[in-house]
């Protein structure tokens, strides 16, 4: 069973340009979110994907979109690229589990992520 | 708005001893809480999760976690580390459903483990 995959690994852009990342979720999970997580630090969520609609979106301004495909993969779009958005970019997928006392729960896995480095 | 704090940026321990992690959380509703590894240019690892079932968790590689509501802490620890245990280690917070989606992690800043030999 293969686990939550990123594409490409590594990806060298220029300020201003627009970038599109890749992920595919582990077989059988429904929800995919993304992490940025900058050099030294702990990730920050950037927007979760259910059932094909954003359902969720921390902050982060607009030049971060997103789309999730009825396979459940899902696409990072960054535009007008900053320096500031060097960074490690982490796709997380999971699948909702709602226990017996009716509360949910979810075990979330983490691809490898992408480098993407702005200069 | 959740938030984690993990006390100490580096911790260094010798092969063998005790290890302790510590994460305090801060939230208006009842928590998940998770603690993560990420070894270099890698992605992060479930070592385990707590989700409202027993409070002291057990997780992979000899790893556990205790539930304190009281201290709202989550602090981990292993009886005995190994020099495969050095990484980054996060603890993270999310907060109960809505209804079939999965809420966000809110990550701490980490803290690098560093063994001794």
């Known amino acids: 069973d293969a686990g939550v995959t990123q594409s490409p690994t590594h990806l060298i852009k220029t300020r201003g340009q627009q970038v599109t990342l890749r992920c595919s979720p582990k077989?059988?999970?429904?929800?995919v979110s993304w992490y940025q997580q900058a050099l030294g630090q702990g990730p920050q969520f950037i927007f979760q994907?259910?059932?094909?609609?954003?359902?969720q979106r921390g902050n982060f301004p607009d030049r971060f979109s997103g789309h999730q495909f009825p396979n459940y993969s899902s696409e990072l779009n960054v535009n007008a690229l900053l320096l500031g958005d060097s960074a490690l970019y982490l796709c997380?997928?999971?699948?909702?589990?709602?226990?017996?006392?009716?509360?949910?729960?979810?075990?979330?896995?983490f691809g490898p992520g992408t480098r993407l480095t702005v200069l | 708005a959740q938030s984690v704090t993990q006390l100490g940026s580096h911790v260094s321990v010798s092969e063998g001893a005790l290890v302790l992690l510590r994460c305090n959380y801060s939230?208006?509703?009842?928590?998940?809480l998770f603690w993560y590894v990420q070894y270099p240019n890698q992605g992060l690892q479930l070592l385990l999760k707590?989700?409202?079932?027993?409070?002291l968790v057990k997780g992979i590689n000899d790893f556990e976690a205790e539930f304190k509501k009281s201290e709202t802490s989550f602090h981990l620890t292993k009886p005995s580390a190994h020099m495969s245990d050095a990484a980054e280690y996060f603890c993270?917070?999310?907060?109960?459903?809505?209804?079939?989606?999965?809420?966000?992690?809110?990550f701490g800043k980490g803290t690098h483990l560093i063994i001794q030999p």
């Open positions: 997380a997928s999971s699948l909702v589990v709602i226990d017996g006392s009716g509360r949910g729960s979810d075990t979330r896995y």
């Open positions: 077989s059988g999970h429904d929800t």
């Open positions: 994907y259910y059932e094909e609609e954003e359902r």
């Open positions: 939230s208006s509703v009842p928590p998940y």
């Open positions: 707590y989700t409202s079932a027993a409070t």
């Open positions: 993270a917070v999310s907060i109960a459903f809505s209804g079939g989606g999965a809420d966000g992690l809110t």
